[in-house]
């Protein structure tokens, strides 16, 4: 029996020719990654094991995003003892403020993770890097420790599901739909512990950021990673942004899935996931009259460029609701600017929209936009539990940049189409 790309990957940074589904392997890292609110644990947990340097100052990132610039003393003070951390280890790729984004949108841009990679980091959305063909998972602050000290990490290989995606996406619909679609499909626990691997012709219809967000929210139907296979796009990406040598793994055909499923993008609708969790979808089609209060576009899932340029053009000659908030938030420094330069932030400020500097915000109830008791939100990021954006009793719904935009116009859920 054959290997997945996942597989594939997996052999190759644990020296062996073959593995299979279940087995335990140690892996060699190309990449360890931690935020502002895990690192902290990981560094204790390295000084616990008694390591004096990391095993390699230019494979490890940290970056202080989510409560950050510090929205009060505790977080400045976790960022300030991660940031002597990075200085005393010689850390490369630390990223201040002025320098930061957010983490999974950030590393790709940096050209810090390529095609083949094997990557972990102390954030479950670190998965967002199987977009450009890489093996990258989320782990504990332990892990992180003992991967900042090792460069190396255990992992059971994950079983796979194979997404044959076929047919070309229509007006509006993206990455966030479909991956609201694939979710909806098979629920959150629908991909537990495996590999969400995603193929097929559809493939071309879809840019790296559509991937990026699909990627993304694959631990968002329990899945230990999600990738894509390597095509033209996913090298032109690479080689644009990273001057690293990369490895292009293909699935055998006879590689052994749990499930295969055919999406045919052309029938994916505009999707939102209500209240409270990802699952919970139903089509634009399907939805009553829902108030809101306030917009989140944004974020590690969709914060890119064309996110950007999706809300611009919902939102260009017209004007966000009296009773709506619109939070707009560059996913980093460079998206930022690039909005800036093609005149998307007077577009967003004269429709009524406030623009923050990159960071994770309320994406968690960090900051930026916290829900009061009975508020609903329309946003573009990844998930909608029980008191994620705020209070207990708020409500999330999770949409595309587009639906986000025209519901921020409309005071409502409601499609661009709509507007």
Known sequence: MGMTMTQK????????????????????????????????????????????????????????????PN?????????KYIREFAKQMGIVNFFEVGQMGVEHALLPEKGLVVCGDVVIGADSHTCTYGA????????????????????????????AMKFVLKGKPG???????????????????GALYKSMEFTGDGLKWLSMDDRFTIANMAIEAGAKNGIFEVDEKTIEYVKEHSQREYRVFKADEDAEYTDVYEIDLSEVKLTVAFPHLPENTKTIDEIGDIKIDQVVIGS??????????????????????????CIIIPATQKV??????????????????????????PCLGGHMGILAQGERAVSTTNRNFVGRMGHPESEIYLASPAVAAASAVAGKIASPDSL
Request: net charge neutral; charged share 25%.
């Open 171 to 189: 007006p509006w619909v993206t990455g966030k739909d479909i991956i609201l679609h694939i979710i909806g499909k098979i629920g959150v626990d």
């Open 132 to 159: 450009l063909g890489a093996f990258s998972t989320g782990v504990g602050s332990t892990d992180m420790a003992a991967g900042m000290a090792t460069g190396e990490a255990w992992f059971k290989v994950p079983e």
């Open 71 to 79: 929205k009060d003393i505790k977080s400045a003070q976790q960022v």
């Open 9 to 68: 990957i997996l052999a190759d940074h644990a020296g062996l020719d073959k593995v299979t589904a279940g087995q335990l392997i140690k892996a060699r890292l190309d990449m360890v990654l931690g935020n502002d609110i895990t690192t902290p644990v990981a560094v204790d947990e390295f000084k616990k094991i008694g390591a004096d340097r990391v095993f390699d100052v230019n494979k490890i990132a940290i970056v202080p995003d989510h409560f950050t």
């Open 300 to 325: 590690c899932t969709n914060g890119r460029i064309e996110d950007m340029r999706m809300a611009a053009k919902v939102l260009k000659g017209r004007k966000v609701h009296p009773d709506v908030r």
């Open 336 to 361: 930022w600017k690039q909005a800036m330069d093609e005149g998307l932030f007077s577009i967003f400020i004269e429709a009524g929209a406030a623009v923050s500097t990159p960071t994770c915000g």
